[in-house]
């Protein structure tokens, strides 16, 4: 079955940067997109971007253009969001979900990432 | 892109029918068939439950069920049951081909 596993919590400086992963099994890697979403404690679901695991294409929400970058690795079929200049509202647990047709079908288990001094 | 509107929060009892809301624009919801709604339980990543704004995953409920008019979506859960209680999202493609989920609605089973 379609299984997305990602990297455990982290635990930030402000100021540092975060990287997550998240690794798909149980279908082609490249043949879906990844989207990656975030919830802070109590607050509902942002979306923040997609990656296409073919091309690499990216698209990201407007209000974290350049702070956050998405890539891949086909060799190992790993997907990474990097978000970097953290501040204490980037506290939230991430998401990777397969995003086909502009659907998540499939989410990751959730990566807590915690920004505080 | 802002968020889409949903209510905060609606309840239901047992047996009964809810419907959940979620308006959007002419460049999301109204502009595209790509609506889809999700449930989370506390804790938990997270499920798809309705896609392309009326059909039902393998293995959801007949019980979940969507439709669209206009710039509003809905979903709208028959025959509540107390498993049903959870948060409720929708989610619309845009015109600037990103996504965007709603608020979140709360159901509460009475």
């Known amino acids: 079955q379609v299984q997305l596993v990602q990297s455990g919590g982290e635990v930030k400086r402000p100021g540092a940067s975060v990287k997550v992963s998240c690794k798909p099994s149980g279908y082609t890697f490249t043949s879906s997109g990844i989207s990656w979403v975030r919830q802070a404690p109590g607050q509902g679901l942002e979306w923040m971007g997609w990656i296409s695991a073919n091309s690499g294409n990216t698209k990201y929400t407007q209000h974290l253009q350049g702070r956050v970058t998405m890539t891949r690795d086909t060799s190992t079929s790993t997907a990474y969001m990097e978000l970097r200049s953290l501040r204490s509202d980037d506290t939230a647990v991430y998401f990777c979900?397969?995003?086909?047709?502009?659907?998540?079908?499939?989410w990751g288990q959730g990566t807590l990432v915690t920004v505080s001094s | 892109q802002s968020a889409l509107t949903q209510p905060a929060s609606v309840s239901g009892s047992p047996g009964q029918s809810i419907t959940i809301s979620c308006t959007g624009t002419s460049s999301d919801i109204g502009g595209y068939d790509y609506v889809s709604w999700y449930q989370q339980h506390p804790g938990t990543a997270p499920k798809l439950m309705i896609y392309d704004v009326t059909n039902r995953p393998s293995g959801v409920s007949y019980r979940f069920s969507g439709s669209k008019s206009g710039n509003a979506a809905s979903l709208t859960i028959s025959g509540l049951q107390a498993e049903d209680e959870a948060d409720y999202y929708c989610?619309?493609?845009?015109?600037?081909?990103?996504?965007?989920f709603g608020g979140g609605t709360k159901l509460t089973v009475l």
């Open positions: 989610s619309s493609y845009t015109s600037a081909s990103t996504r965007v």
């Open positions: 979900a397969r995003d086909v047709n502009y659907r998540f079908d499939t």
